[in-house]
């Protein structure tokens, strides 16, 4: 079986959702070309709490390097305003390993995460967690000025 020296990944933002469609596996050249494009597309958010939804299509694993790249997107990715991730894992021989790794950085993020096997429930879940959260932090800053 042959692979491609480094993943391909589409990034797309709908709403208050980022979406990313992705294929390893994914080494630092890879990570540090996805956090340069994460930050160009997060510049254009509009200051509401938002999700990211990311779709791991084949063995998507992560080289070490890669992994710790990841762990620094997501932290900048939380200071601009991500409040949760929703993951599909599919067509993976090597779904465990990825699940670990990802949830080895998210937990180390203190971020919201699940992990789900088809896009229509992960886009749900996000949907409805993001909202709700939107919900709440307006409700907050309306008591505000009423106080």
């Known amino acids: 079986m042959q692979y491609p020296a480094h993943g391909r990944y589409v990034i797309e933002q709908q709403n208050n959702i980022l979406l990313v469609d992705a294929q390893g ?17 997060i510049e254009k958010m509009n200051g509401e709490s938002w999700g990211s ?3 791991f299509r084949g063995n998507s694993i992560f080289t070490p390097d890669a992994e710790q790249q990841l762990r620094e997107t997501t932290q900048y990715r939380q200071k601009k305003g991500m409040i949760a991730i929703a993951v599909v894992i599919l067509n993976s021989a090597y779904a465990d ?4 790794q990802l949830q080895r950085i998210y937990q180390d993020c203190q971020i919201e995460f699940h992990v789900f096997s088809d896009s229509n429930s992960a886009t749900d879940w996000l949907n409805g967690f993001v909202e709700q959260e939107n919900l709440l932090k307006n409700k907050c800053r309306n008591t505000a000025l009423v106080n």
């Open 97 to 100: 390993i990825q699940q670990m």
């Open 25 to 41: 596996p994914f080494n630092d050249i890879t990570m540090e070309k996805y956090h340069q494009d994460i930050k160009q597309l």
């Open 53 to 55: 939804l990311i779709t």
